[in-house]
């Protein structure tokens, strides 16, 4: 009976063993599948809401809402497309963005080159650029949606709080639009 147990726990031992040399490959964390150099593949709207009148409006509800908004001077169709059409102004087609080691990126577009710095927060769920651009953010702030070594899907998020009007060339919103949010979402292919 010694025999058989003493047997049984040097399989128990080896077999430990064995599954422990076979675990010491790390999986790369989120920070090392980021490194290197992503080209832009779609973008799209997710969403938005804006209140228009006290009305808060979701994209969802466009429709159901544009004829109660008729006489607010909003017209609800052209505000839906250009959204849209925004998400191609914020990271044009043939779009590359590069993050090094250091924490250095580089943004390349039809536009030109930004270049500056990046980070990961401490959970490596939201990728922040530190960056000035048209609409007067210092930041940007893209929350990985879902990332492998070959794909990254990013959300973006432009709140009216965090925009800079003026630098737009507007001193105020038209006074029907009291608030806004609008979500993008942003596809890359690892180069």
């Given amino acids: ?4 147990i003493s047997k049984l726990n040097y399989l128990f031992v080896s077999l430990f063993l064995l599954l422990a040399a076979c675990t010491d490959e790390e999986d790369p ?11 832009i593949q ?10 228009v009148s006290g009305i808060d409006i979701e994209r969802s509800q466009i429709q159901t809402v544009a004829p109660l ?19 191609g102004v914020v990271f044009p087609a043939g779009t590359t963005v590069s993050f090094a080691e250091n924490n250095d990126y580089t943004f390349s577009s039809s536009d030109g080159t930004d270049t500056g710095t990046w980070s990961l927060s401490d959970n490596e769920e939201t990728i922040s650029l530190d960056v000035a651009n048209e609409l007067g953010l210092n930041q940007l702030n893209l929350t990985i949606e879902s990332l492998t ?17 003026q630098s737009l ?3 105020e919103l038209p006074s029907q639009i009291e608030d806004f949010t609008i979500d993008y979402r942003f596809r890359f292919n690892k180069q």
């Avoid at 009976?1 to 058989?4: D, E, L």
């Fill in 149 to 165: 070594n070959q794909e990254v899907s990013l959300l973006f998020t432009i709140r009216q709080a965090d925009v800079d009007l």
């Fill in 69 to 87: 908004l008729a006489g607010s001077g909003v017209d609800i169709d052209e505000l839906d497309q250009g959204l849209e059409d925004a998400a």
């Fill in 1 to 4: 009976m010694k025999s058989i």
């Fill in 42 to 51: 779609s973008g799209e709207l997710v969403n938005y809401s804006v209140r």
């Fill in 29 to 39: 964390n989120r920070r090392d599948l980021l490194l290197g150099t992503w080209e």
């Fill in 169 to 171: 060339g507007l001193d």
